[in-house]
């Protein structure tokens, strides 16, 4: 397993930006999909966004399609999720999830990770 630790959560306003950080430490983090969820209060859990361990294929909720971005690097141990065209509705805890697989598998089961972060704050004022 992997130790994650996600930063960049805020206060903004309704069509403004936010970049979200997940720093991992661990060795098999490199081989890890990861994902990006969110809990607003009340609510389930739901997936918001996955990317392979490649970085080369994603996954996005419709919600979000085309307004965020999730990219990695590897190099940093860090998965980033920039999300654009905030909206009220986004406001959330986000948390990032990591899961050592073998091959390049997206996962939108919550389920299917072992391995969570803390969560950081995201508020979208209208």
């Known amino acids: 397993q992997v130790q994650l630790v996600e930063s960049g959560g805020g206060l903004v306003q309704a069509g403004g930006s936010l970049r979200l950080s997940c720093v991992a430490s661990g060795r098999t983090f490199s081989s890890s999909t990861v994902g990006w969820f969110r809990q607003a209060p009340g609510k389930e859990r739901e997936f918001v966004a996955a990317?392979?361990?490649?970085?080369?294929?994603?996954d996005y909720a419709d919600s979000v399609k085309d307004r965020f971005t999730i990219s990695r690097d590897n190099a940093k141990n860090t998965v980033y999720l920039q999300m654009n065209r905030l909206k009220p509705e986004d406001t959330a805890v986000y948390y990032c999830?990591?899961?050592?697989?073998?091959?390049?598998?997206?996962?939108?089961?919550?389920?299917?990770?072992?391995?969570w972060g803390q969560g950081t704050q995201v508020t979208v004022s209208s």
């Open positions: 990317i392979v361990w490649s970085g080369r294929s994603t």
């Open positions: 999830a990591a899961q050592a697989v073998f091959g390049e598998l997206l996962i939108r089961n919550p389920n299917g990770f072992g391995s």
